[in-house]
């Protein structure tokens, strides 16, 4: 089981908040897309992990198109690809296929055109039901759109459907979110993303702040709206299985539950990663780089089209910790004990330790969970828990 994720670095309009790898030009986009296409066969023996080579070619579960902004795309570009997956992968006849769509994409033609694909989940990039919110963000659609697609993208086949909220917004206030929730419940999808709002660096949104024209991002403002968040899943049933992810009736995401479960993937287009079970590699954030690396007069000795790296014990612990520690499914202790040995463990119940007497952890059956509260500090207490070399 393994899944592939295809990034495609276009959107229509930047959001100030965004910095995922993107080009808002779609100058390049057919170019890309044979790019890709090469991509698609140059790296069709990645997930055959070269150690513990497979006699049964590897089979893929999930495929994700990410972005970006994966919507832009015609059905025929996406069938495309579709063709040259099937020529060189093996996909499971039920193989959860995603695409992220932005609202303003989803017009009605465009919703019947992807129900035409295989794609069947929807993640839709809904972030807020509020005007002032989109505004701010510099989203290109507003309230009256984010409400229509999910009920258009239902109505016209799509079961599974999963859409992105953002919290911690400074326009966005206490009663508004409850009321975002209450409309996503309403809308009847099976799994929510939430996400508390980032001010990256270099972000148009980082300018803003700066420069005093909006305010930062309310640290206790997000605290409560996360609290709310936890309360308001559990009493509409929805069953918070990682820190931003929330389903219900098992609508787990599979393709996301892959990697945190440490199945091995395969991610195609420029900034996507990739990981095998020995190495870890990720494609240059940067359509042109990308492109001209699969030309053939392109000098690869000058310019790799990634960067591989194989990870230490420790960086391999870590990201265990990082990862599972979000999840539902927890650490295990025992797994650390096997895989990483007895000096890991002990460094590991040490540093969790202080965190099971404060409350924000607590452990069970041989595994490490976090308690809401610890739900809240969950990076500090992951790199805590660390080791460095
Ligand atoms: C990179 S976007 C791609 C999906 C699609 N283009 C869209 O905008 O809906 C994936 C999700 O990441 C979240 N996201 C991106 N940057 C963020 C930030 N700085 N803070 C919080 N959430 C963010 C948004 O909820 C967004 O829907
Ligand atoms: S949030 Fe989505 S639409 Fe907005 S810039 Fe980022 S990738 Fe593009």
């Not at 509409?236 to 393709?255: L, P, R, T």
């Amino acid at each position: 089981m393994a899944g592939i994720y295809i990034h495609i670095p276009f959107c229509k309009q930047a959001c100030h908040y965004c910095d995922f790898h993107f080009s808002t030009s779609l100058k390049n986009k057919d170019a890309f897309l044979l790019a890709l296409q090469k991509e698609i066969v140059l790296q069709k023996d990645y997930l055959s992990n070269p150690i513990i080579k497979a006699e049964e070619p590897i089979e893929i579960n999930t495929i994700y198109f990410g972005g970006g902004t994966p919507s832009i795309l015609s059905q025929k570009e996406l069938m495309n690809i579709f063709d040259s997956l099937h020529q060189h992968y093996t996909i499971s006849g039920d193989a959860e296929i995603t695409l992220e769509a932005n609202p303003d994409d989803l017009t009605i033609a465009k919703i019947k055109e992807l129900k035409n694909t295989p794609v069947n989940r929807l993640s839709i990039g809904i972030q807020s039901f509020y005007d002032e919110d989109l505004k701010m963000m510099n989203r290109a659609h507003n309230s009256k759109e984010a409400l229509r697609v999910v009920k258009d993208s239902q109505d016209k086949g799509f079961e599974n459907i999963t859409i992105d909220l953002i919290y911690g917004i400074p326009t966005l206030s206490t009663k508004n979110w409850k009321q975002n929730l209450q409309t996503a419940f309403e809308l009847n999808v099976k799994h929510i993303s939430a996400y508390c709002l980032t001010i990256e660096p270099k972000t148009t949104l980082a300018h803003l702040v700066k420069e005093g024209k909006i305010n930062n991002v309310d640290e206790q403002k997000s605290a409560e709206h996360f609290e709310i968040m936890l309360a308001e899943m559990r009493k509409n049933n929805f069953e918070q299985y990682e820190i931003s992810n929330f389903c219900k009736d098992n609508c787990y995401s599979k393709h996301n539950s892959n990697y945190w479960l440490k199945k091995n993937y395969l991610g195609l287009g420029p900034s996507a990663h990739s990981y095998n079970g020995t190495s870890r590699q990720w494609n240059i954030a940067n359509n042109a780089l990308y492109i001209r690396s699969f030309e053939k007069d392109f000098d690869a000795g000058k310019q790799s089209r990634f960067e591989e790296e194989t990870l230490t014990t420790s960086q391999q612990y870590n990201e265990y910790i990082l990862t599972t520690l979000r999840t539902m499914w927890g650490t295990d202790l025992k797994y650390i004990e096997n895989v990483f040995g007895n000096d890991y463990l002990s460094s590991c119940l040490i540093e969790a330790d202080k965190y099971i007497l404060l409350g924000d952890i607590r452990k069970e059956n041989d595994k490490l969970f976090l308690n809401d509260k610890g739900k809240l500090i969950a990076d500090k207490i992951a790199s805590d828990l660390f080791v460095v070399d």
